[in-house]
């Protein structure tokens, strides 16, 4: 019996979504069964010994460890990740100046075996933001540009939310309406949405920019708890030896 | 534009995972976006009113409401959503003793639009466990007979290692290889499996028989927190009414 089994229903790939319970992030494997390339989006430090012992497991060789930004609310596994596997090597948007071993800018494509990712310039939560659009399996990494029902904050980091309103519109609802959209985070236990479902139903991007704008600026949230550990960490990709260093 | 791109990727199926984060359930919406008919196994009792407004909000009909087994560690949603849509059917196994408008044994097919889910009898967790085999999806939910690299308790109900393990074995295990599972919890943040996984990777079942059922005899688990409001709430289907009424 093949081994690629494991890659589940459609047997031509590997996608696992998975979930921190503390500050709801959502982690996703995707891989190639065939030549076992995977990668990992989103990685929470507290949770990469699961991440790597279920790659492992199945057998998969991390090429990429990719952040779709700069966090506030966790510290990313990417650091770690690196100690536990010399070879992966860790990616962020060029425009969040943070630490990695790639720089990743519009349009760039990162390879995984037969597969590859668009990556999409989606700024407003922060300037780094990126998406990541699987076009040959109908999905999009969002991050905090939109999340189900709703978006990323604009309040702190380079929040702007005529940026992100922009973002949105230009280069997530402009994909096909039946991709499925994958947030990095949802705090209601939905895993998962669409680009048509957001297009009729998300209560803050179904309004004009100027409503959003100020729907936005009105929200009042509280200051990220983590934001103060997590965003110097995520700065240098999760890691602490590096940024002790520079002390 | 049709509507029936809030499907997503495939088109022409909808597939939804939800959480509960107290007691790590999860709950699955199926549906056919042609017809319109959903399905929605294993409802949580708090979260109802997140479940009916996705189906409402993609304007999906709630057919059945069906509950893998007679749950100990959360109530039911099936009493409140048929109290809010009383159009809509409640099923379980009929193995459970438990009420409901529709008692399901092994070989039943629950039909939704153009999809039908096959019944599985799968006891050993509790006498009326139940995994539905969506064949057209390459999919089966499998409620507590089988956990992502773990399995349901046998300690309390009418928990029996031997029959979990032959049901574990014969029902699921004899499925494709590249079948996703979705169980009713997880506990590590994972979200499904597959038949080749557990079959190769999972940690109790792929030992003997005998190692199983000792395995499973020295677990020494505490005493589940919500059974004694659970059990006799789930055993009518969570109408709390209804269960008053028979004092
Ligand atoms: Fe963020
Ligand atoms: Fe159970």
């Known amino acids: 019996r093949k081994m690629s089994a494991l890659a589940g229903r459609d047997n031509d790939y590997i996608f696992r979504q998975l979930l921190e319970y503390t500050s709801f992030t959502y982690t996703y494997i995707l891989a190639d ?3 076992k390339e995977a990668i990992l989006i989103d990685p929470v430090i507290e949770m990469v010994n699961r991440d790597i012992k279920i ?6 060789n991390l090429k990429y460890a990719i ?11 990417t650091g770690e990740i690196k100690k536990k596997i010399p070879s992966c ?8 100046n943070a630490k990695a071993d790639v720089q990743l800018s519009e349009g760039d494509k990162i390879k995984f075996g037969k597969f590859e990712l668009e990556v999409r310039s989606t700024p407003g939560h922060t300037d780094g933001c990126l998406t990541y659009v699987w076009h040959q399996k109908n999905m999009a990494f969002t991050g905090d540009a939109i999340l189900i029902r709703g978006c990323g904050r604009t309040d702190f980091q380079q929040g702007n939310s005529g940026r992100l309103y922009d973002s949105v519109h230009n280069q997530i609802f402009s994909l096909p ?6 947030p990095a985070h949802d705090y209601t236990g939905q ?12 209560p803050r991007l179904t309004k004009t920019k100027e409503e959003f704008i100020k729907i936005m ?6 200051y990220p708890k983590q934001i103060d550990r997590a965003v110097p960490a995520n700065m240098v990709c999760g890691m602490f030896e590096l940024q002790d260093a520079k002390k």
């Open 33 to 35: 069964p065939e030549s």
């Open 55 to 60: 790659i492992e497991d199945m057998g998969l």
């Open 67 to 77: 952040n779709t930004h700069v966090h506030a609310d966790h510290v990313t596994g």
């Open 89 to 96: 090597k860790s990616m962020i948007s060029k425009y969040s």
């Open 177 to 182: 309406p039946n991709f499925t959209l994958y």
């Open 191 to 202: 895993t998962s949405t669409t680009v048509e479902e957001e297009k009729k139903l998300n």
């Open 217 to 222: 600026k009105e929200l009042n949230l509280p």
